[in-house]
């Protein structure tokens, strides 16, 4: 394969389960030093796009290719390739944080001094050298969750692949392991991660596409997205009402568009400080007004009509 | 991080793996015996449970061997030789302990990893396959029950109830009953979906240890009886020790050697066939 050919191409992959398409003819390359992004709400087909990816689950439809390799029949050797970190974290709970990693690297076929100089290495990456020793069980989820990608960065792999990473993290857990994946970009490893937070995706990844339903609703960089898909701020207002619905049409015209949650108006617009004063000359008087600029979550809002996060 | 690995050698097609191409044999990358590797590293940490499966074929020995025995003074066996009834009794508590070591670790035990600790998950993230967690799984469950069947055959020889040389193959013999046991109860238990389903195995695994001529003779069961017991999996188990620990030895062993292997064969298939059908959905 020549430099420039993407490291992961999908062209109408698709995957069902049964009757039901949990993956519909999505097509997206990731190229070599990229962080690629799948933003999308629970049951989007994210861990199923992963799975496949990763060399564990066999497309239903379209072409998958990896490093220029066909997972149908060169699953191994990919494999070999690749770090994975699951959703849920496998750590094995019978082996202590070090063994665990050794006897990971021995799956990559890594002689026994190789593994151990690794582990070395990736505890203290993961800052579990302190807790080498220690049985999984009784480590934080953040400490496991580094500990996970640790041992699947045992075999050195050119792509990492991470499902939701941080989901179940408090802040100060996310930002170390953001901390740490950012390392591992600044060293070349590319990573594939999918996530339902749209401030990790924008941290995180140079380029994404929004998942929903099966679908690639959307692709770009997270600036270009905001760019496309919504205003460059929102006005969020708070009512002392029980159904925002009911003031929509109250607010419509001050905005480029307007969404209305159970709980609150957004206002899109280029300039929300404007669109704020229009609402108090039209008579109505908000609880709370907030302008903040556009995010993610509101190019998802925008596309598909819902929240990413419920 | 910046000590760089040599690059993993990349499996190599061997013959197993040119063969699964044609047979209906799932992928593996050859390396089962890290699977082993990684079960003695975990077993490190839970050896009791591995003493305490011995202590008890050696307590039946005893038992049955010098109490029975003292009242059932000799045995003819289905080989037409007349022996004290504990060197009748100690082949087929060999054949016994080798099939429920071997049950244990590849049902309960292979129960756990595949449903709770999601063990194989991760595994099959790497280059191994699901032939390699069959193979892996079934070889140690093999070892633990060549642990097992060494000490109990030890035993015996000290104890007095071994006479013939033939004796010495009486462990590879164990080693291939536990082989065809741990092939299929790992096949079987890829199809338990709760631990209530274990109840199962013991239903099986009891009245198999009673009626598989362990006790007695095959001669001695009703004839209608004798073609059901020689069908099952354990009767060829015990047929096979006893030949070899009494010097009965003839081609007639040759059946029960065929016996285990098809059946160890089939489960060894059928199991990574199932783990395949289970993790790589
Ligand atoms: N093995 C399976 N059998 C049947 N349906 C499945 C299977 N795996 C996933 N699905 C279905 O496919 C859809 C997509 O699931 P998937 O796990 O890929 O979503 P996701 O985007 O990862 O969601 P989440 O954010 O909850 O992890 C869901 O409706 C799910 O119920
Ligand atoms: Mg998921």
Redesign the interface.
Known sequence: MTSDEPLIHASGLTKR?GDFEAVKAIDFAVQRGEAFGFLGPNGAGKTSTMRMV?C???ATGGELRLFGLDPATE???I??R?G?V?Q?D??????TVE?NI???G?????SKP?VR??AT??LE?AQLTERARSKVEPLSGGMKRRLTIARSLV??PEVLMLDEPTTGLDPQARHVLWDRLF?LKR?GVTLVLTTHYMDEAEQLCDRLVVMDHGEIVAEGSPRDLIREHSTREVLELRFDVDDHAELAGRVDGLGDRVEVLPDRLLIYTDDGDAAGEKVHAAGLEPLSALVRRSTLEDVFLNLTGRTLVD | MTIRTAAPAAPRPGVVSRLARVLPIPAGAGMARILVERNAMAFRHGWIAFVTGLAEPILYLFSLGVGLGALVRTVTTDGGSVVSYAEFVAPALLAAAAMNGAVFDSTFNVFFKLKYAKLYDSVLATPLGPRDVAVGEISWSLLRGAFYSGAFLLVAVVAGMVHSWWALLALPAANFISFAFSAVGMFATTFMRSWVDFDWINLAIQPLFLFSATFFPLATYPSGVQWLVQVTPLYHGVALERGLMLGEVGTGLLVHVAYLAVLGLVGLVGAARRVERLLLS
Do not use: C, H, I, M
């Open positions: 389960f990763g564990v689950s066999p699953g191994p050797r494999r070999a690749l994975v699951p849920k496998t750590l094995d709970e019978e082996l063994e050794w006897v990971y021995r799956y990559f076929g890594l190789q100089a690794r290495e990736l990456f075999n050195d390392r060293q």
